[in-house]
C-alpha cells in the first residue's frame, strides 16, 4: 500500500516531482523554513546554556527527528510509552516520557525499549508504584491548581521525591508543563507560568539529587523558563515540539518568537496544506478541498494565502468567505497556513519537503 | 515499522490477545456491535428496495469495505480521487465520488484508475469542464442555500444536466448530501431535507435519463430518503458511512436508528476507545491518557463508561470531572464511547475487533 499515501502521487514520488501534480489536498513543508527553525531553535538553546528535548509526539516523524538531534538536541520527548518506542525505533537513544506510564501494556512497552536512557513523570504514590519496578529515572511533576497533570502541592511533592529516592527508581528532578495556562490576558499567563517556574526552582533546590534536571517549556513560554531557570544549580531541558514547524495561528501568537514575540528571534511558519477551489455556489461563499481530514482545527482554522476567510470545516471540505467580487474560480489552488502543527501533522503520512517553487526536495514520514 | 502500530502490542498481535494487555490508548470495534449494524442497514436498504454505495472515507479500512460489499453494497463512496483509487485497490469495482474533482493530479489519479465503473459529482460548468474528458458518469449536484457544494438553483442544474448530456460525459442522475443540514431543531432540519429531496426528484423527473441514479442520504436522515424518494422511476442509492459503528454522540442523537430513533430498528455503538486514569491531583479531577489524538472531539467529546464527564481534550490527555466522592484509582482503565466515527478512524491505522472479553477476533487496518 506504500503507494497510496495521501498527498502523494500513484506510483510514488519521481525525482523532480512538484506538488502542483500532486493530488490535492497535499501537506508540504516549506524546505528552507524547516531548516531555518531547526537551526533557530538549537541556537537559542546553545547559547542560553539549556538543553534541547523537543517533543517529539509534534511530529513522530524518523527525518524530523533525526535532524532534532542532529542539530544538538540533548533527548526527545514522548507522550506515551508507545510514542517512546517509535522514537527508540528511529535511533532515539534518550527519551522523556513527560507523562505518566500506569498501564500493563506500557509498562511493557518500556520494559522491552532498547538501551535507552528513558525519564519518567509521577505525580502521585499511586503512579510512582506502578512504573518504579522499571528503575526509570523519575522526575517529579508539578502542576497549576485548575491545570493538567501535576502536585498542586510543594510539600506532597518534597515528599513524593522521598518516596522515589527511597524505592527502586532514581530520582532525577522536576518537570511540569506550561504551555496550556489559560489566563484572560498574555501577562496573566506568563505570571502564571512564572510563578510555577519558581515553585519548580523551589523544588529542585531542596532535591537530594547532584545537578537535578529541571524541565519545563512547550513552544509558547520557553523564554520565560529561560530567564526564569537560567543559570540555576540544575540542567535545564526544554521540551518545544511546536516550534519546528511553527504556525500562523497559536503558536505565531504566543511564541516568543512569534510575529508578536517577545523575543528577537524569528521562527516561520513551514507546514502548509494546499487545496482547491471545489465550488462557488452562491456570492460570497466558496468551497475547498480540505477538511478536519487534513488539518488542525483544535486551535484556530485554517488560514488561506488569498483574499479569503476559512469559516468552517467538514472532514473533507473547508467554507471560505469571499468578497462579492472575488475573482476565485473553480480549479484555483489555495495555499493554507495552520494552527496547530501537532495536530496537522497527525493528518499525513508523508510530507514532501518542498522549495519555494513547489518541487519536491525530500520526503518526510510520519508515525503515529 | 509494521509493528509499531499504536494501539497493538510491541511485536505485533498474536492469537488469543486481549486488548487489556495492549499499551493504551487502544481503539476497538466490538465485533458483535459491527456485525449487527452491516446487516441491519444491508436489510432495511434491501427491504426498502434501495441501493447501497456506503461512504468508505468513514472507515478508509478494506476488512470493514469488504465486509460492506459482501452485505450486497451497490457501490462504495469516495470524497476524494485519492479515496477513490485506495478504494479501488481494495477491489471496489463501482465508485461514487461524491464531490467535485478539479485539481489535476487529483484528474490524473482518476485517468489511471483500473476498470471502475466511477461517478462523479458537478455543480458547475467549470467543474463539468475540467472533468468532462475523463468520459465518467456524471451526477448533477443540488444544494440548499448557505448549505455546502451544489446548484442552488433548479433551472441551472437542468441546464447543467443539458451541458453534460451535450458532452464527452455521461449524465447519469442527481446527487445532493443532506447530513449537514443546521435548522435550530430537529424538525426543522427534516424540513430542510424533505425540501432538497423534493428537489432531486423533480431535476430526475426531468432528466433525458433511463432509469436515473438518485443518491443522497448520510447517516442521519436517510428514513426521510427512503420515505420522500423510494418507489419513483429512479434508482435511489444511499451514501451513509457513520452507520457501520454509529456512536454515543451526534449519531445517536439524531439517526432514525438511535436511541431516540424515527424508526424502529436500533444501531448499536460499536467503536470505542480505552485509556487509563493517569492522575487524579485535585478533587473532582481526573486525567485520562486520551486526547485529540486518539479520539474525535469535532461533534461532541468521548463519553466515558464511568461516573465522569469529558470537559476537554488536550493531544494525548483528556480532563474527567469527576463527584467528589469518586473511587477512580490512578491506573484504571475506562472505555470511551465516540461522536462522530469518521474522525475517530483517522486516528488509528489498526484497530483490533474484539469479543466482550476483549479478545482480539480480527484486525482491521485503515488508509488515511
Redesign the interface.
Known amino acids: 500500500?506504500g503507494e497510496?499515501l495521501?498527498?502523494t502521487?500513484?506510483g510514488g514520488v519521481t525525482a523532480g516531482a512538484n506538488i502542483?501534480?500532486?493530488?490535492?489536498?497535499?501537506a508540504t513543508l516549506d524546505a528552507d523554513a524547516l531548516s531555518h527553525n531547526l537551526t533557530t531553535m538549537a541556537g537559542y538553546c546553545a547559547s542560553h546554556g539549556v538543553l534541547f528535548a523537543p517533543h517529539g509526539?509534534t511530529t513522530m516523524s524518523p527525518e524530523i527527528v533525526r535532524r532534532q538531534l542532529g542539530h544538538g538536541a540533548w533527548a526527545i520527548t514522548a507522550?506515551?510509552?508507545?510514542q517512546a518506542?517509535?522514537l527508540a525505533?528511529f535511533g532515539v537513544e534518550r527519551i522523556i516520557l513527560a507523562?505518566?506510564v500506569?498501564?500493563?501494556?506500557?509498562l511493557?512497552?518500556l520494559r522491552?525499549l532498547p538501551d535507552v536512557e528513558l525519564y519518567c513523570l509521577v505525580?502521585?504514590p499511586?503512579?510512582l508504584r506502578?512504573v518504579e519496578p522499571l528503575k526509570p529515572r523519575v522526575l517529579v511533576e508539578l502542576?497549576l491548581?485548575?491545570?493538567?497533570?501535576?502536585?498542586?502541592d510543594d510539600a506532597a511533592a518534597l515528599a513524593l521525591a522521598a518516596e522515589v529516592e527511597a524505592g527502586p527508581a532514581t530520582l532525577a528532578g522536576v518537570a511540569a508543563f506550561e504551555g496550556?495556562v489559560a489566563a484572560p490576558t498574555l501577562a496573566g499567563n506568563l505570571e502564571l507560568v512564572d510563578g510555577l517556574l519558581h515553585r519548580m526552582a523551589a523544588l529542585a533546590a531542596q532535591l537530594p539529587v547532584d545537578d537535578p534536571i529541571v524541565t519545563v517549556g512547550g513552544s509558547a513560554y520557553f523564554d520565560r523558563v529561560v530567564a526564569v531557570l537560567g543559570g540555576g544549580p540544575w540542567r535545564v531541558v526544554l521540551r518545544s515540539g511546536c516550534y519546528v514547524t511553527h504556525d500562523v495561528g497559536a503558536y505565531d501568537e504566543l511564541s516568543p518568537f512569534g510575529a508578536a514575540g517577545r523575543g528577537s528571534l524569528r521562527l516561520r511558519d513551514a507546514l502548509h496544506v494546499w487545496a482547491?477551489?471545489?465550488?462557488?455556489?452562491?456570492p460570497g461563499l466558496a468551497?475547498a478541498?480540505l477538511g478536519?481530514?487534513d488539518v488542525s482545527?483544535?486551535a484556530g482554522l485554517p488560514v488561506p494565502r488569498a483574499a479569503a476567510r476559512v469559516t468552517a470545516l467538514?472532514?473533507?471540505?473547508a467554507?471560505l468567505s469571499i468578497p462579492a467580487g472575488s475573482d476565485l474560480?473553480?480549479?484555483d489552488?489555495i495555499r493554507f497556513g495552520i494552527s496547530h502543527p501537532?495536530?496537522t501533522f497527525?493528518?499525513w503520512?508523508v510530507i514532501p519537503v518542498v522549495a519555494a517553487d513547489g518541487t519536491v526536495r525530500d520526503l518526510v514520514h510520519t508515525?503515529?
Not at 276 to 282: A, D, H, N, Q
Not at 314 to 317: A, P, V
Open positions: 500500500m497510496w495521501k498527498g502521487p500513484a502542483f501534480d500532486f493530488p490535492l489536498p497535499v509526539k507522550a506515551t510509552a508507545w518506542a517509535v525505533s507523562n505518566q500506569v498501564d500493563r501494556g506500557s511493557q512497552v522491552n505525580d502521585s499511586e503512579a506502578l502542576g491548581p485548575g491545570g493538567r497533570t501535576g502536585l498542586r496550556i482547491p477551489v471545489l465550488s462557488r455556489p452562491e468551497l478541498g478536519r481530514r482545527a483544535d467538514n472532514d473533507q471540505h467554507y474560480r473553480v480549479g489552488i501537532c495536530t497527525d493528518k503520512r508515525y503515529f
